[in-house]
């Protein structure tokens, strides 16, 4: 594992910038594709770990919230029937408070590292 993180690590941050956004991207499809009967919340991570482990926390928050943005546009353009209007908002909501707890701890562990 050391190696593949001295690979990143040894790239520019404009690539790891561009992987984590394409990451975002691909995801985001994914995740508007399959409607909203599937959550891919936790792919999004993917480019959360890349962003907060290879870039620096503000680019991490940057990340989390697009991916939140990103699945809570594709739920609302699927236009699916949720039991309430404020599902999908909460779900974001969520999404956001997970993403922040996992961004915290792994710029934690990165500092240490």
């Known amino acids: 594992m050391a190696g593949s993180t001295?690979?990143?690590e040894q790239k520019s941050h404009v690539r790891v910038v561009l992987l984590a956004l394409f990451i975002v991207a691909a995801v985001g499809v994914l995740d508007f594709i399959?409607?909203?009967?599937?959550?891919f919340s936790v792919f999004y991570l993917l480019a959360l770990g890349v962003a907060a482990?290879?870039?620096g926390f503000r680019f991490a928050l940057f990340i989390s919230v697009l991916s939140v943005v990103v699945a809570l546009v594709g739920d609302l353009a699927n236009r699916e029937r949720y039991s309430s209007r404020l599902i999908p908002w909460w779900n974001a909501f969520i999404a956001m408070a997970f993403y922040?707890?996992?961004?915290?701890?792994l710029t934690k562990l990165r500092a240490v590292y």
């Open 6 to 8: 001295q690979r990143f």
């Open 34 to 39: 399959s409607s909203w009967d599937f959550s």
């Open 100 to 105: 922040l707890v996992v961004v915290a701890l």
């Open 53 to 55: 482990w290879f870039v």
